[in-house]
């Protein structure tokens, strides 16, 4: 298959990407749009972090394969800013803001991104550094990264929920 339509039709799947971005230990996910040839996410203020990236001129994006969730391809993208208010500006938020899930102010949310979030085209550069038959054997290109979060004790209590006996 075509590098180009690999990197692509992979990205247009998937619903996450995986960005390699400057000074960070480890990718971060991030949510996203494919439209007119390249990824669109969105980052500042409430939404995604993902520092360095508004900075960054190239990151590494990594994207999974939408039937089984492992590594597909890995590719060099671009990174530029979509100025507000300009004709990319008034065709891709009205996409993104489709897909974000549980904006605070729904229909007020391209002003807020206006005003404090960053909107990055990454196009694909056609440098692919991974992909099948070229993947490496060790898993740690996307690990997630260390977090303070943990799940302890007891699960909460379901209404209408069965106790369950132990097996005799």
Do not use: C
């Not at 692509?8 to 619903?15: H, P, Q």
């Not at 994207?63 to 100025?83: F, N, P, Q, T, Y």
């Not at 990319?88 to 974000?100: H, I, N």
């Not at 085209?121 to 060790?138: I, K, N, Q, S, Y």
């Amino acid at each position: 298959m075509d590098n180009a339509a690999l990197v692509e039709e992979a990205t247009k799947k998937s619903g996450m990407l995986w960005l390699a971005l400057p000074d960070l230990p480890y990718p971060r996910t991030a949510w996203h749009i494919w439209h007119d040839g390249a990824a669109y996410v969105v980052t500042g203020g409430i939404e995604q972090p993902l520092p360095g990236l508004p900075e960054a001129e190239r990151v590494t994006v990594t994207v999974r394969s939408k039937d089984k969730g492992a590594r597909l391809v890995s590719w060099i993208a671009a990174a530029e800013h979509v100025e507000p208010n300009s004709e990319e500006w008034a065709a891709v938020v009205p996409l993104l803001a489709k897909e974000r899930l549980n904006a605070p102010d729904g229909e007020r949310q391209a002003e807020r991104w206006a005003k404090e979030a960053y909107v990055i085209r990454l196009t694909p550069t056609g440098e692919v550094t991974e992909a099948p038959g070229g993947l490496p054997d060790d898993y740690a290109a996307v690990r997630p990264a260390p977090s303070p979060a943990t799940t302890v004790g007891k699960a909460p209590f379901m209404v209408g929920g069965r106790r369950r006996r132990p097996d005799r």
